[in-house]
């Protein structure tokens, strides 16, 4: 399970403080997806952030009692100057897996060609966003982290592979995925909440989800 306790956070924007959390108390079960609806600009990426423990908040406590994955898109831990096959076997090891089996997963469903083998300081941000979400699906983690649903990438073939491989997940894992448009989150939340003014608003359906931002967003 993933659980904030009281958790806040702000940031200075050089005039005024920005809340992002305001005393946020949640807690998400395996098996239980959630997919959380705010608009642009109120915290999206400070809450994944949170989440996989890549920011600490001022106030409260985080508990993490599972293997939760680093949000999709994420590259803090890839290395630019190395190819995506050293950096699928580097950070295999880190997780305690075979680098074998690492490399081939990532190799097959980025479908880089020769660039796979070439330093990922010359991909595009597509081909970037390709290896990064093969390598949080070959590393099969309890909770996924999403940020505004699948990689912006062009490529059709790893849509569909990288998309029925994450549905497929859904059986046996658990998504939180966070967007500012409620039809990303249809496929894949099975309970919802609302991110506003720093508060967070826990609702069983994302219907109800959706009738609270669309009331707050269109007022």
Same mark, same amino acid.
């Given at each position: 399970?993933?659980?904030?306790?009281?958790?806040?956070?702000?940031?200075?924007?050089?005039?005024?403080?920005?809340?992002?959390?305001?005393?946020?108390?949640?807690?998400?079960?395996?098996?239980?997806?959630?997919?959380?609806?705010?608009?642009?600009?109120?915290?999206?990426?400070?809450?994944?952030?949170?989440?996989?423990?890549?920011?600490?908040?001022?106030?409260?406590?985080?508990?993490?009692?599972?293997?939760?994955?680093?949000?999709?898109?994420?590259?803090?831990?890839?290395?630019?100057?190395?190819?995506?096959?050293?950096?699928?076997?580097?950070?295999?090891?880190?997780?305690?897996?075979?680098?074998?089996?690492?490399?081939?997963?990532?190799?097959?469903?980025?479908?880089?060609?020769?660039?796979?083998?070439?330093?990922?300081?010359?991909? *595009?941000?597509?081909? $970037?966003?390709?290896?990064? !979400? &093969?390598?949080?699906? @070959?590393?099969?983690?309890?909770?996924? +982290?999403?940020?505004?649903?699948?990689?912006?990438?062009?490529?059709?073939?790893?849509?569909?592979?990288?998309?029925?491989?994450?549905?497929?997940?859904?059986?046996?894992?658990?998504?939180?995925?966070? *967007?500012?448009?409620? $039809?990303?989150?249809?496929? !894949? &939340?099975?309970?919802? @909440?609302?991110?506003?003014?720093?508060? +967070?608003?826990?609702?069983?359906?994302?219907?109800?989800?959706?009738?609270?931002?669309?009331?707050?967003?269109?007022?």
């Amino acid at each position: 399970m993933l659980e904030f306790e009281n958790v806040s956070k702000s940031f200075w924007t050089g005039s005024q403080y920005k809340v992002i959390l305001d005393q946020v108390s949640f807690r998400v079960e395996l098996g239980n997806s959630l997919g959380i609806l705010a608009p642009n600009g109120t915290g999206k990426t400070t809450l994944i952030n949170i989440m996989a423990g890549l920011e600490k908040p001022d106030e409260g406590r985080v508990t993490r009692g599972c293997n939760i994955s680093f949000p999709l898109g994420f590259m803090g831990g890839v290395i630019g100057k190395i190819s995506a096959m050293e950096n699928s076997r580097y950070i295999a090891k880190i997780y305690g897996l075979d680098p074998d089996y690492i490399e081939s997963y990532c190799r097959w469903l980025c479908n880089l060609g020769e660039y796979f083998d070439q330093p990922m300081g010359t991909y *595009s941000s597509g081909m $970037k966003a390709r290896f990064s !979400f &093969a390598l949080m699906l @070959a590393l099969d983690f309890d909770i996924y +982290l999403i940020d505004e649903g699948m990689p912006g990438t062009t490529d059709v073939e790893f849509n569909r592979k990288a998309g029925a491989i994450l549905e497929e997940r859904l059986r046996t894992t658990t998504i939180i995925i966070v *967007s500012h448009q409620a $039809k990303t989150l249809e496929k !894949f &939340a099975r309970s919802a @909440a609302v991110l506003m003014n720093g508060h +967070l608003h826990m609702f069983e359906t994302l219907e109800e989800a959706k009738q609270l931002y669309d009331y707050e967003t269109q007022s």
